[in-house]
């Protein structure tokens, strides 16, 4: 069973064109996060969500916006995609904020 | 300001000797700390973690990590490796007060375990 999963793990799109990433964890776990990862594996977290409310909001262009339809599931829509948003998205939960935290696949995005 | 610091970007190292990542952060609140891996094209997955207890704290593939209060640090160490742990090590740290946590990653060292 997958514990974190996120659709879809490729992503190429033209440049201003608007995208949607899905994340679902099965782990029953209150607090959720997207995270980007650049070419240099610089991870940055992007939000995270606490029972379905934002909690974390990190200096994010408003193009991104996420959205936790219930627990288990937190999606990341991008409006207006740029070249310089071409990098690795995660998600990932954990039971507690600020416990271990368990990661996706991740989905690699390309905009051309 | 809170910060997470790994010196090393990239460890090289030959198989079957000892490595030391190294990681550093800086907080005036109490913190929890932990290290992930990342193998190529994959998510970040747990190595081991600190929130209390023993100092020393160590994973089932023969990884360890000592947590230094006084020189804040929480250095990841493994006496001989393998060609297989070759991939990329973050260490994170998760820090707050009244129930906000806020979680910090470093930025990554590539440890690549050389034939």
């Known amino acids: 069973d997958t514990a974190v999963s996120q659709t879809p793990k490729y992503l190429v799109t033209q440049m201003g064109n608007d995208k949607s990433i899905k994340c679902e964890q099965n782990l029953g776990h209150d607090t959720m996060y997207w995270y980007k990862q650049d070419s240099k594996k610089f991870l940055k977290i992007m939000f995270s969500y606490n029972n379905k409310e934002l909690i974390i909001n990190e200096t994010v262009p408003n193009r991104f916006s996420p959205k936790s339809p219930d627990k288990a599931h937190l999606n990341l829509h991008i409006n207006s995609l740029e070249l310089g948003d071409s990098a690795v998205y995660f998600c990932?939960?954990?039971?507690?904020?600020?416990?271990?935290?368990?990661f996706g696949p991740g989905t690699r995005l390309t905009v051309l | 300001a809170q910060s997470v610091t790994q010196l090393d970007s990239q460890v090289p190292v030959f198989e079957e000797a000892p490595v030391e990542l190294r990681c550093n952060y800086s907080?005036?609140?109490?913190?929890?700390l932990f290290w992930y891996v990342q193998y190529p094209n994959q998510g970040l997955q747990l190595l081991l973690k600190y929130l209390s207890g023993s100092t020393l704290v160590k994973s089932i593939n023969g990884f360890e990590a000592e947590f230094n209060k006084s020189q804040t640090s929480f250095h990841l160490r493994k006496p001989s490796v393998h060609i297989s742990d070759t991939a990329e090590y973050f260490c994170?740290?998760?820090?707050?007060?009244?129930?906000?946590?806020?979680?910090?990653f470093g930025t990554g060292t590539r440890l690549k375990v050389l034939a």
């Open positions: 994170a740290v998760s820090l707050g007060t009244s129930g906000t946590y806020k979680y910090i």
């Open positions: 907080s005036s609140v109490s913190v929890y």
């Open positions: 990932a939960s954990s039971l507690l904020a600020g416990g271990e935290q368990f």
